[in-house]
Every structure is written in structure tokens, then in C-alpha cells.
């Protein structure tokens, strides 16, 4: 009798457990507040001199900006054949109200290419200029991010 009662005690305990290390373990939690996410860009909005004058809606190529603990990806659609590569991975650093990316890798099949040319043009299409973006960041919340540089003002809708 005590040895069934100990059994089901201890039957219990490994339920309980097995429930919390679950719960706790399948996600990290969002680091990062409301840029955490999958982002759709809208429209890249390119600047001349201190002017904003030329928008570029690229709602329709499907250009997706995701944002996970330290990692940022830009994952495109039709874009491909302009970038050569559907996926792109970087880091960024995010504070306040500033956002930096930098260390630009192309993902490709087995290996991936850290982009190290500061004249590159490649990802110009995304309002990057370069290997790296300082962004300020104009708006965010649930549903809206507005990001601005000196080269770029970037409009993504959560996805």
C-alpha cells in the first residue's frame, strides 16, 4: 500500500516536472519587445540630400525582415534574381530608439558569405547603402515599424 501511494507521489512529481520543463523550454522569450517578429516591408523610400523624394513600394516583391534574439534576416521574393541570394542574415544591436545592422551574410546551400565590401550595392533594394545601417527608429508598435537613415526611410507592416 505505501509503495503504491509512493509510486503515484512519485508518478506525480515527474507529470509536474515534465509540464514545467516544457512550458519553459519551447521558446525563448522575446528579447528584443515589439521588434521582435516577422516584418513585411512596404515601401523604401530612398533620400537625396535631406529629402525623402523617391518611394519605392515593394509590397508586392514580398520582402520580409525578421527580428530573434540577436539574429536579423531579410528574406525576399522576386527580388532574387537582383540580390542573387532568398535569404540574408546579419546582427543587430537595438536600443531605445536606434537600430544597427551589421555583419551581412548571404546564406547559401552549405556555407554562408559575409558580405565585406563597403561599396556594395547589393542590398540598396532593402534601403541598406553598404555593410552596415544605423537606423533611427520613427515609429513602432504591434502592427506599424517606420525606420529612417541617411540613406533610407523603411515602411514594414507586421506580418
Known sequence: E???NMKKHIAYIISAA????????????????????MWQ?????????SEYDSLVDIKSQKVYLSFQLKLAQIRTGTFSNE????????R???????????????????E????????????RC?????????FHIDKLNGSEMQLSSDY??????KF
Open 2 to 4: 505505501i509503495y503504491k
Open 18 to 37: 515534465a509540464i514545467l520543463f516544457s512550458a519553459v523550454s519551447c521558446d525563448k522569450l522575446p528579447e528584443n519587445g515589439k521588434l521582435d517578429g
Open 41 to 49: 516591408i512596404m515601401s523604401v523610400n530612398y533620400a537625396h540630400g
Open 83 to 90: 540580390v542573387q541570394t532568398d535569404v540574408i542574415l546579419s
Open 92 to 110: 543587430f544591436k537595438y536600443k531605445g530608439s536606434s537600430l544597427s545592422l551589421y555583419n551581412f551574410y548571404r546564406k547559401r546551400f552549405a
Open 112 to 123: 554562408d558569405q559575409l558580405l565585406t565590401d563597403s561599396a556594395t550595392t547589393s542590398l
Open 126 to 134: 532593402f534601403g541598406i547603402d553598404g555593410i552596415s545601417a544605423d
Open 152 to 157: 533610407a526611410r523603411i515602411i514594414c507592416h
